[in-house]
């Protein structure tokens, strides 16, 4: 069962990746993308993006026009109040220029968590925006140089999409480790190679939700790799609806900032259709996303992503959340 409201909400893709990863290129590569797709991407400064002189239409201080229909616009301060000013802005003879996606692009050193925050906690936010993946670049041949700093290994945990960028710049054997290290660092989400960001398109742009990866418990995923450690736990079990939340509310409470990134699907008692959760530090939203089928029969697909967590933990309050009438 969609959400109604997802209709009338403009998706929104957060770009993320560390210093030199390739934001940068990715970002021209959509706005010079002739697929009549319109963009308002929101950037902390322009200098970033290197926006071709020939695409520009007209500028202000804060806002950039192109030629093919995007916007550009300068965060200056508050995300809330760009996007809200993003919205309400009018064209002449009051006509409100509308845009197919926003493109939010966090700078080298930023963690994507507060911006994720944002459309969590903000009503008028979450009104009018989705957000739809969390795309992550990563420098293939200086991924051992960013991941001692927190908020590079933060941005790869986060994400929905990883593009392992420059793989032209390493060998087999360091690619191989280097998919390794990213897997163990976040095993949900989807991982493509590229070179200079010539990544499709359609890749970048789609909703990521894919079914979670099965991992022992003496899988690999669950060590700790620069400070970061998946925990996947699954149920065939339908879950009590308000047992679950007590329990997400209590994981929450009690891990504290060590809990970074959760997410997965719901099997919740009751209910002909699956429910996705999607959580980020002290915040998670659970919805309504299709009925079950037998291309995804009902259970529970869940992975925590933190630091120092414990499995143990997890399955307990998973097997407390269980509905009575259906152990």
Known sequence: MPDPTQALQTPVTLLSGWLG??????????????????YAVLVNEFGEIGIDD??????????????????CCTIRGDLVESLIKLR??????????????????TTGVAEPAPLLRTF???????????????????????????????????QIA???????????????????????????????????????????????????????????????????HAGIQAVCITSKTPLDELKTRLWLDACVQQLGERLVRYKGFLHIS???????????????????HGEWSEEHPAHTELVFIGHDLERDFFERGLKAALSDCDQ
């Open 158 to 224: 986060l994400a929905d999409l990883l593009v392992l960028n420059k793989t032209d710049l390493v060998d087999a054997l360091s690619l191989k480790q280097i998919r390794s290290r990213l897997i163990g660092l976040n095993p949900t989400a989807d991982l493509v190679h590229a070179t200079n960001a010539n990544v499709p398109l359609h890749a970048v742009l789609q909703a990521h939700e894919r079914e979670l990866p099965t991992l022992p418990e003496s899988s690999p995923a669950e060590h700790v």
């Open 88 to 105: 309400r802005r009018r064209f002449p003879f009051g006509k409100r220029q509308s845009f197919d996606r926003v493109v939010i692009e």
């Open 120 to 154: 969590l906690v903000e009503d008028e936010i979450a009104t009018y925006y989705r957000v739809q993946s969390v795309v992550t670049l990563i420098d293939a041949a200086n991924l051992e140089a960013a991941l001692p700093n927190k908020s590079a290994v933060e």
């Open 54 to 71: 020939r695409l520009i239409v007209r500028s202000t201080d804060d806002i950039v026009e192109l030629a093919n229909g995007c916007v």
């Open 270 to 288: 009751g209910l002909p259709y699956r429910c996705v959760l999607q959580g980020v530090y002290d915040l998670y939203s659970v919805e309504a």
């Open 21 to 38: 990863a390739g934001k940068t290129t990715l970002l021209n590569r959509l706005l010079t993308n002739d697929t009549g797709t319109r």
